[in-house]
Nanobody, 121 residues
Framework: QVQLIESGGGLVQTGGSLRLSCVASGRTFGPYTMAWFRQAPGKEREFVSAVSWTGINTFYGESVKGRFTISRDNDKDTVYLQMNNLVAEDTAAYFC??????????????WGQGTEVTVSS
């Protein structure tokens, strides 16, 4: 079993920055992709960003391109999301997601518990 624990959320003013972290623990097994999603109240969960095992390949949702940067530290089993120039529309619960394939043939995928980000004007 793998646990994903997010941190770094909080209240920030428009134009401010936050850095989210997600630590994977337990039965981690590389290589594995890690991603961030978010869900605003009353809305569906949407893709924010993803990063490959090497960190070379990164992907972003249209609404965050140019403002958010994803990175990872495999020695720490941690993925980061640097969020700059935040706007009210970024207010949401942010969730970490990962999928792992083991050399035993089985796999695991799952979500963290989420961290809240609130952007005030």
């Amino acid at each position: 079993q793998v646990q994903l624990i997010e941190s770094g959320g909080g209240l920030v003013q428009t134009g401010g920055s936050l850095r989210l972290s997600c630590v994977a623990s337990g039965r981690t097994f590389g290589p594995y992709t890690m991603a961030w999603f978010r869900q605003a109240p009353g809305k569906e969960r949407e893709f924010v960003s993803a990063v490959s095992w090497t960190g070379i390949n990164t992907f972003y949702g249209e609404s965050v391109k140019g403002r958010f940067t994803i990175s990872r530290d495999n020695d720490k089993d941690t993925v980061y999301l640097q969020m700059n120039n935040l706007v009210a529309e970024d207010t949401a619960a942010y969730f970490c997601y990962s999928r792992m394939f083991y050399n035993t043939g089985d796999s695991w995928d799952g979500w963290g518990q989420g961290t809240e980000v609130t952007v005030s004007s």
